[in-house]
T-cell receptor
Framework: GQQLNQSPQSMFIQEGEDVSMNCTSS?????WLWYKQDPGEGPVLLIA?????ELTSNGRLTAQFGITRKDSFLNISASIPSDVGIYFC?????????????FGQGTILTVHP | EAQVTQNPRYLITVTGKKLTVTCSQN?????MSWYRQDPGLGLRQIYY???????DKGDVPEGYKVSRKEKRNFPLILESPSPNQTSLYFC????????????FGPGTRLLVL
């Protein structure tokens, strides 16, 4: 069953504010991924993390692979209206389970102009 | 254009009537997956395939079947659909290990009465 806990479940912010969300697991993952889903679309990969402690940026987005390998964080700086959507974390264990991907419940982000 | 296609996009059916949702990708990807998306639960992996004739269970495989006879196609079969399988279904594909970008199809919205 579901093993990733993502928080917060939803956020309502003003344009220009920074956003933080996180994902925690009861077990270790070898890869952490962050996706964004726009209404009516499939998710799109934002950032991939492969090593504990890794910090990776993609424009205004920054994500970190937690030291314990059981958590990950996503920050969005200076939010804009097009940041609206659902953000998902996902984890992969690797090895013989390389194809298996577990998602968090998602964070619904609303940005007020 | 690189894409993942799913058919049908919308389907209303009745309990017990077998159905198949098709998925096809034109990127010569090895990995393909099926997910279901339900409010508050995020995406949950149903089945995945690492190559032709190689499939494995995801987190919620009960009530579903898959096959991978050709590299480009990965149909999802519901032998006897039930109302709790009402959901939004996504097919996805990606290349060999190390290529994290997973391409999602447009989704199939299924209602089982």
């Amino acid at each position: 069953g579901q093993q990733l806990n993502q928080s917060p479940q939803s956020m309502f912010i003003q344009e220009g504010e920074d956003v933080s969300m996180n994902c925690t697991s009861s077990s270790i993952f070898n890869t952490w991924l962050w996706y964004k889903q726009d209404p009516g679309e499939g998710p799109v990969l934002l950032i991939a993390l492969y090593k504990a402690g890794e910090l990776t940026s993609n424009g205004r987005l920054t994500a970190q692979f937690g030291i314990t390998r059981k958590d990950s964080f996503l920050n969005i700086s200076a939010s804009i209206p097009s940041d609206v959507g659902i953000y998902f974390c996902a984890g992969r264990r690797g090895g013989t389970s390389y194809g298996k991907l577990t998602f968090g419940q998602g964070t619904i982000l609303t940005v007020h102009p | 254009e690189a894409q993942v296609t799913q058919n049908p996009r919308y389907l209303i059916t009745v309990t017990g009537k077998k159905l198949t949702v098709t998925c096809s990708q034109n990127m010569n990807h090895e990995y393909m997956s099926w997910y279901r998306q339900d409010p508050g639960l995020g995406l949950r992996q149903i089945y995945y395939s690492m190559n032709v004739e190689v499939t494995d269970k995801g987190d919620v495989p009960e009530g579903y079947k898959v096959s991978r006879k050709e590299k480009r196609n990965f149909p999802l079969i519901l032998e006897s659909p039930s109302p709790n399988q009402t959901s939004l279904y996504f097919c996805a594909s990606r290349g060999t290990s190390g290529q994290e970008t997973q391409y999602f199809g447009p989704g199939t919205r299924l209602l089982v009465l």
